[in-house]
């Protein structure tokens, strides 16, 4: 198996633009997770998904982020617009949920820059 | 709502020290535990989980994990530590498919 396969593995951009990261998790994992690491907060879940469905979303920071798992096999986190502050390492992880162990997989990680 | 707590935010060590790492978790429910770690760079991997049988559970490298359901406590040791454990530990609680992490302990294992 691949693994939870992530895009892209490095991002620098500049303030007030568009941001989107992907995801490709493991092939039968029903939940889907987006977390941030940062330095200063370590690492937060911002929104996980089961069965393609948002389930919690109260960690996403705020209306300039939004997720979207349109199918089994794919998601994506984008923030509109981005800010400096946004810099950060974003990590995508699936399971298998009630049926499995909960244990995580995680991607390699997005590492955004924001200028 | 289940929270975890790891009480060492840094710890920092010689080689061939014995390590053990705190983690209480604040769930009363069924749950299963892991131990992730995070080498400097990478992505977060499986240490080492518990979801039934046997509370001492042995995981990869050396370590190995304790569960002590009177005390909500999932701790972490290793007998002898190398300097190529440096990494960030974290435990984590899931329950019904949503996994809760502790903050992290950074390990330092000086040569």
């Given at each position: 198996?691949?693994g939870?396969?992530q895009?892209p593995?490095?991002?620098?951009t500049?303030?007030?633009?568009?941001v989107t990261?992907?995801?490709?998790?493991?092939?039968?994992?029903d939940?889907l997770f987006w977390y941030r690491?940062?330095m200063?907060?370590?690492l937060e879940?911002?929104?996980?998904?089961?069965?393609?469905?948002p389930?919690d979303d109260?960690?996403?920071?705020?209306?300039?982020?939004?997720?979207k798992?349109?199918?089994?096999?794919?998601?994506?986190l984008?923030?509109?617009?981005s800010?400096?502050?946004?810099?950060?390492?974003?990590?995508?992880?699936s399971?298998?949920?009630?049926?499995?162990?909960?244990?995580?997989f995680?991607?390699?990680?997005s590492?955004?820059?924001?200028l | 709502a289940?929270s975890v707590?790891q009480?060492?935010?840094?710890?920092i060590?010689?080689?061939a020290?014995?390590?053990?790492?705190g983690?209480?978790?604040?769930y009363?429910?069924t749950?299963?535990?892991?131990?992730y770690v995070?080498?400097?760079?990478?992505?977060?991997?499986?240490?080492?989980?518990?979801?039934?049988?046997?509370?001492?559970?042995?995981g990869?490298?050396?370590?190995?994990?304790?569960?002590i359901?009177?005390?909500f406590?999932f701790?972490?040791?290793?007998?002898?530590?190398?300097?190529?454990?440096t990494?960030?530990?974290?435990c984590a609680?899931?329950?019904?498919?949503?996994?809760?992490?502790?903050d992290?302990?950074?390990?330092?294992?000086?040569?």
């Amino acid at each position: 198996d691949a693994g939870v396969i992530q895009s892209p593995r490095h991002e620098v951009t500049e303030m007030g633009q568009e941001v989107t990261l992907r995801c490709k998790p493991i092939s039968g994992h029903d939940y889907l997770f987006w977390y941030r690491q940062t330095m200063m907060r370590g690492l937060e879940l911002l929104i996980y998904f089961n069965n393609n469905v948002p389930i919690d979303d109260s960690g996403m920071p705020e209306d300039r982020f939004s997720a979207k798992m349109p199918n089994a096999s794919f998601s994506t986190l984008k923030i509109q617009p981005s800010e400096p502050r946004d810099s950060a390492v974003y990590f995508c992880a699936s399971s298998l949920g009630t049926s499995g162990t909960g244990e995580l997989f995680f991607g390699e990680g997005s590492r955004l820059t924001v200028l | 709502a289940q929270s975890v707590s790891q009480h060492n935010h840094h710890v920092i060590l010689s080689e061939a020290a014995s390590l053990e790492l705190g983690c209480n978790y604040s769930y009363g429910g069924t749950v299963n535990l892991f131990w992730y770690v995070q080498y400097p760079g990478q992505h977060l991997q499986l240490l080492l989980k518990y979801f039934s049988g046997d509370p001492l559970v042995k995981g990869i490298k050396g370590f190995e994990a304790e569960f002590i359901k009177s005390k909500f406590s999932f701790n972490l040791r290793k007998p002898s530590v190398q300097w190529s454990d440096t990494a960030e530990y974290f435990c984590a609680v899931t329950n019904a498919g949503k996994s809760t992490f502790g903050d992290g302990t950074t390990l330092t294992v000086k040569p």
